[in-house]
Antibody, heavy 118, light 110 residues
Framework: EVQLLESGGGFVQPGGSLRLSCAAS????????MHWVRQAPGKGLEWVSA????????YYSDSVRGRFTISRDNSKNTLFLHLNNLRVEDTAVYYC???????????WGQGTLVTVSS | QSILTQPPSVSAAPGQKVTISCSGS????????VSWYQQLPGTAPKLLIY???QRPSGIPDRFSGSKSDTSATLGITGLQTGDEADYYC???????????FGGGTKLTVL
């Protein structure tokens, strides 16, 4: 079965940290760029970050640059997002998605909820 | 406010056709591919159209995409109640080196 499975979400106070994981199975992973996309409650999709297939090129939205770090372990078919210095406005469902080649996302995970609140 | 502009909502009757627009600029839609996504309530987005007008396997030909200059359009014919969802366009922005999503359009099938 084709699957991207996110984990690691949870409740954290402002200024805290989390590490999200996205495990791929049933699909090719190591030869594709991967992205994180988030969706705040009741809001639209917001692109967060991308990582090249080899892991040597990273991209971030202005809202998370300097606080979030994207990485991958191709030997374990897993994508990560390290979230530091979290803010209330980072509260969202975080999705991982595979980039089929042209910044179009053909596979998505089910999402993991991050809640930042005091 | 999103860089890619979509109408907040559209509506049409079952069996009719609807179009959803997505307006950008030369740094994104004008020089990069556009993709479209359907998001049903409580679910992850689903790819409907990639590379401006290509449908992934399993997407019915009721869904179509087109692009002209700095704008793109998603068309849906033979509307069904099951098409009620939020629809998003997306494109890469070469100037900013980021991916962009439109603000989303809520489709209501009356």
């Amino acid at each position: 079965e084709v699957q991207l499975l996110e984990s690691g979400g949870g409740f954290v106070q402002p200024g805290g940290s989390l590490r999200l994981s996205c495990a791929a199975s049933g699909i090719s992973f190591s030869t594709f760029a991967m992205h994180w996309v988030r969706q705040a409650p009741g809001k639209g999709l917001e692109w967060v970050s991308a990582l090249s297939d080899s892991g040597d090129a990273t991209y971030y939205s202005d809202s998370v640059r300097g606080r979030f770090t994207i990485s991958r372990d191709n030997s374990k078919n897993t994508l990560f997002l390290h979230l530091n210095n979290l803010r209330v406005e980072d509260t969202a469902v975080y999705y991982c998605a595979r980039d089929r080649l042209t910044a179009s996302f053909d596979y998505w995970g089910q999402g993991t909820l991050v809640t930042v609140s005091s | 406010q999103s860089i890619l502009t979509q109408p907040p909502s559209v509506s049409a009757a079952p069996g009719q056709k609807v179009t959803i627009s997505c307006s950008g600029s030369s740094s994104n839609i004008g020089n990069n591919y556009v993709s479209w996504y359907q998001q049903l309530p409580g679910t992850a987005p689903k790819l409907l159209i990639y590379d401006n007008n290509q449908r992934p396997s399993g997407i019915p030909d009721r869904f179509s995409g087109s692009k002209s200059d700095t704008s793109a359009t998603l068309g849906i014919t033979g509307l069904q109640t099951g098409d009620e969802a939020d629809y998003y366009c997306a494109s890469w922005d070469s100037g900013l080196a980021i991916a962009l999503f439109g603000g989303g359009t809520k489709l209501t099938v009356l």
